[in-house]
């Protein structure tokens, strides 16, 4: 079942018994444990007839004996079980999944990993409960879901200031709306939000980014370059060389992608590149400024770097030196 019909049923009063929420992204199961502990029963109803247990305190007998108790004054009782991944005998849920109580709507939560559907426990589950698996975001549709969660709030955001976000943050959805609703908070639903709004709100700054970082190297801009590099020198905690290189190592990856590529189309690319299309250019005037066997360098200078980042035949250069010496040889390549 998807989230947003799992929702409805709980808007709707139309529940089942058993719910699994499973899955390497935690934000939708949060959001839905959220959503069954307040909005099922009432809060006179919640006082006697609702539990919240982690799955690092109990075993999974606790979970089966709650779940058959009687409600007490109302006409459901909700069981909620958090960070289930922690049980050690989960699959003897399957002796409780054969004879369900009917009034109890038990909510599991198992965060990070998903039961594997193939095998004889990951069976029951699929046929005799609501199965819900959240799973992480790809890279590329990061930015699109940002925008999609600011517009559903009815605020408006640019493509260059979701794609910062996206960049600053990763794909740690539960942060990224964290960011966004405390910016909404504060922005009018008349303005829209810009790079310059989350600078000044979030303190992500938008010239100094990994994002702009990439787009000056594209450009071959010397200067630009040298200048976000100095200022994520000069602040080695916000910026930290092995994510930075991860980023310059990804983006150089989809530029050698991009000279391959046969159908150069914006839609087409995007789609094989795995990124927003508002975003193919940069990589075809990148592709104009680096050569395949440009790139070649760049691959060994990043994988030399990698290494002596880690203290591979590095014993004196510091972490900022390091990224200095990578980004002119780079722009030299």
Known sequence: MKYTEIIASITEKSLQPVYFLMGDEPYYIDKLADAFSKNVLSAEEQEFNQVVLYGKDIETAQIIAEAKQFPFGSEKRVVIIKEAQHLTDIEILDSYLDAVQPSTILVICYKGKSIDKRKKFGKTLDSKCVVFESKK??????????????????????????????????????????????????????????????????????????????????????????????????????????????????????????????????????????VNPFFVSQYQTTSKNYSKKQLFYIFEYLKDYDLRSKGVNNKSTTHEGLLKELIFKILHA
């Open 137 to 274: 975001l790809y890279e590329n549709k990061i930015s699109e879901w940002i925008n999609t969660y600011v517009n559903e709030n009815g605020f408006n955001i640019d493509n260059s200031a979701s794609a910062v976000l996206a960049e600053y943050i990763g794909a740690d959805l539960s942060k990224i709306t964290n960011e966004l609703d405390k910016l909404m908070l504060v922005v009018n639903k008349k303005e829209q939000i810009t790079t310059k709004l989350i600078e000044y709100h979030i303190g992500i700054s938008k010239d100094y980014n990994v994002f702009e970082l990439q787009n000056a190297l594209g450009k071959r801009q010397v200067v630009k370059a040298n200048r976000i590099i100095n200022h994520f020198a000069a602040n080695p905690k916000n910026h930290n060389i092995v994510p930075v290189m991860s980023a310059l190592f990804s983006y150089f990856q989809k530029i050698m992608v991009y000279h391959f590529l046969e159908d150069k189309n914006p839609k087409s690319a995007a789609s094989v590149l795995k």
